[in-house]
């Protein structure tokens, strides 16, 4: 049951350019988005978050996109670079403070390649 | 900067052996979580605990898995007789909001069962 999708594994990016990670998610009941980044052998380190009540939140070169009519939401990095050579997860929350709230439902990631 | 820690970072055990996995969490921190990732899938929720007691768990959490907070810093989950099927990364995260705050993750404990 993939609540969380992200479609694609793998992304490569040249140094300088964008980066767009695309995540789809099905369940109507979250309403708070997050990306984590995960080099390996760490653990997952927060990026940005989202609320469903915006559609954009920007933080220095990381955008984060909301479509909530679509089920989509997206993560801009720009400029690219190759430091940010890592595993990106998208992340779901449930509203309220009931059953599904506590928990993140994750998508499986996007490994992005930056090429210096 | 704050973080949350894990030990051991790799454990290796036999079939229906007892594991505890430990973690201590951002000090100021009220809500603890365990996470595990098996190798090659997505990041699955396990367990949230708050005010010392579980506040939700998932279908992954059976009988054979518990968490306790012995002390005040300290937040374990012991794995009772573990299967083959519970090698997996396992990460302990913390936060001090629930709603809206985001998770601070350690490194993981990395449980290989033989």
């Known amino acids: 049951d993939q609540q969380v999708k992200q479609n694609s594994p793998s992304l490569s990016v040249q140094e300088g350019r964008i980066s767009i990670l695309n995540c789809d998610y099905t369940n109507s009941m979250f309403d708070y988005f997050l990306w984590y980044k995960k080099y390996p052998a760490e653990g997952p380190t927060f990026l940005i978050s989202?609320?469903?009540?915006?559609d954009k939140n920007e933080d220095g070169r990381f955008t984060v996109f909301l479509n909530k009519s679509a089920k989509h939401l997206s993560l801009h990095i720009v400029p690219s670079q190759p430091g940010d050579s890592a595993v990106y997860f998208c992340?779901?929350?449930?509203?309220?403070?009931?059953?599904?709230?506590?928990?993140?439902?994750f998508g499986k990631g996007t490994k992005l390649s930056v090429i210096p | 900067e704050p973080e949350v820690t894990q030990t051991p970072s790799h454990q290796v055990t036999q079939m229906g052996q007892e594991v505890i996995l430990r973690c201590v969490p951002i000090?100021?921190?009220?809500?603890f979580y365990w996470y595990r990732q098996i190798l090659g899938q997505k990041v699955e929720f396990l367990v949230s605990f708050y005010n010392n007691e579980i506040s939700e768990k998932s279908e992954i959490f059976d009988d054979q898995f518990s968490v306790e907070r012995p002390d005040g810093s300290n937040f374990t989950l012991k794995i009772r007789s573990t299967k083959l099927e519970d090698s997996a990364m396992y990460f302990c995260?913390?936060?001090?909001?629930?709603?809206?705050?985001?998770?601070?993750f350690g490194e993981g404990s990395r449980l290989t069962v033989l």
């Open positions: 995260a913390s936060s001090a909001l629930q709603g809206r705050g985001e998770l601070f």
């Open positions: 989202i609320s469903s009540i915006k």
């Open positions: 000090s100021n921190h009220l809500y």
């Open positions: 992340a779901a929350r449930r509203g309220g403070s009931g059953a599904g709230s506590y928990q993140l439902t």
